[in-house]
């Protein structure tokens, strides 16, 4: 039977399974049975078993589990749908010789999300959409060397999990949700494909790095396919970190430049245009222990890219509640602006801008499950001159381990 409201549905499940979490475990055990029906048993096993793991044979085994659900709280098309998705994602790395190891990661998922209803720039759910039940995103090599100083890598690399990285927004597991406050717009970065990079610490406060990888990759595919074909385009790009303690409080400033030499055609139609550059920036500063800032900002070619400027900026909140030191709250925005030369062109002309606003409170149900409630609203999805404002309302479920 086709449920006519699935938020209903995986909210009535996040119910269920935040009680059984937060329920006094010892006090379950004591009044309906054995310690072997605490719910929290296995998992504290299989963390056993991962610190065996490690100590004995070198190996890391981790992982988790991310269920999220949305509906249009407001929409003048789509207001009381929604949708629900799910991904799981494991990671093995496996330690070799002296500062050597090899990592490989596997992942899938089902649904779409509110995404599938509504497109926007700004991406509704960066959980959602999984290419495949089942693939593998990642495998690489990893040395270092000079007592660490100096850390290679190469394989089937993701270049975004290195470079345009933030203390408060980076993952959309445990903080914001769409991906406009996980990653810079304005960085075209590839799908997962063949690549290389290396990170050089210059002092304790200082890095560089740089990386590049197969343009044309698709994330599904070994990337052999791609990689060596005759017209096989890069994508480059070179970061600056400056990670100062300022008043005690961390704080990480990084610097972007980037290159992709692919062939993309011209907003104006005068053919194809290759060789394109842009910068950006991801800072990050704690003011305390409570609360800590973050902003984006980034360039790229206003002749072949839609986004010419994209910046975001907003907080998170740490131990709000004395009770509760582990929630964690977050308020932020973002802005894609887009190129003159794609509004131009484009028939009905769009808005200047797209514009998202997301808040969240993530509640630490115990080590290894995470709720988190999340609202958002985006003016003019896509640029749309007369489309109304969009508010959406959700929650996300995490199994890490």
């Given at each position: ?185 304005a ?41 060596f ?17 300022i ?60 986004i010419?400027?994209?910046w ?15 929630d ?24 200047p801008?797209?514009?998202l ?5 993530s ?21 749309e ?17």
């Amino acid at each position: 039977m086709k449920l006519k409201n699935p938020f209903r549905r995986i909210c009535g499940g996040v119910a269920l399974l935040s009680f059984v979490f937060m329920f006094p475990h010892h006090a379950m055990a004591q009044q309906h049975g054995p310690s072997w029906l605490d719910p929290q048993r296995p998992l504290e096993a299989a963390q056993a078993y991962q610190d065996h793991l490690q100590t004995n044979h070198g190996t890391t085994v981790s992982g988790l589990i991310n269920a999220q659900s949305q509906m249009f709280m407001k929409s003048p098309e789509h207001e009381g749908k929604g949708r629900s998705s799910t991904y799981y994602w494991l990671q093995i790395n496996q330690c070799l010789w002296t500062g050597a190891c090899v990592s490989a990661e596997v992942e899938g998922g089902w649904g779409s999300g509110l995404d599938r209803l509504m497109e926007t720039y700004s991406i509704l759910n960066g959980n959602a959409g999984e290419p495949s039940p089942l693939y593998i995103p990642k495998v690489y090599l990893t040395q270092s060397l000079l007592n660490e100083r100096l850390v290679l890598y190469a394989g089937k690399l993701d270049l975004s999990s290195w470079f345009d990285l933030n203390d408060v927004a980076n993952s959309s597991d445990i903080q914001f949700l769409s991906s406009a406050l996980v990653y810079n717009l304005a960085i075209p970065f590839p799908e997962n494909g063949l690549g290389m990079m290396a990170e050089f610490n210059l002092s304790e406060q200082l890095y560089v790095q740089a990386g590049m990888s197969d343009a044309g990759a698709v994330s599904t595919h070994t990337g052999f396919d791609t990689a060596f074909e005759g017209d096989a385009k890069a994508f480059s790009l070179a970061e600056l970190g400056w990670c100062p303690a300022i008043r005690d409080q961390p704080g990480h400033y990084r610097f972007i430049l980037w290159h992709d030499q692919r062939e993309l055609p011209r907003f104006d139609d005068d053919g194809d245009e290759a060789g394109h550059a842009g910068f950006a920036l991801s800072f990050d500063q704690g003011l305390n222990d409570v609360l800590t800032l973050f902003c984006r900002y980034g360039y790229e070619d206003p002749d072949v890219y839609t986004i010419e400027h994209f910046w975001s900026c907003g907080a998170q909140l740490a131990k709000i509640l004395s009770a509760r030191p582990n929630d964690m709250a977050g308020l932020a925005m973002a802005q894609s602006i887009l190129s003159p030369d794609y509004r131009g062109s484009s028939e009905p002309r769009p808005e200047p801008s797209e514009t998202l606003y997301e808040a969240y409170y993530s509640i630490a149900i115990n080590d290894y499950v995470t709720l988190t409630p999340v609202v958002q609203c985006i003016h003019h999805p896509l640029g749309e001159a007369d489309a109304d404002e969009v508010v959406t309302g959700g929650a996300r479920l995490v199994l890490a381990f």
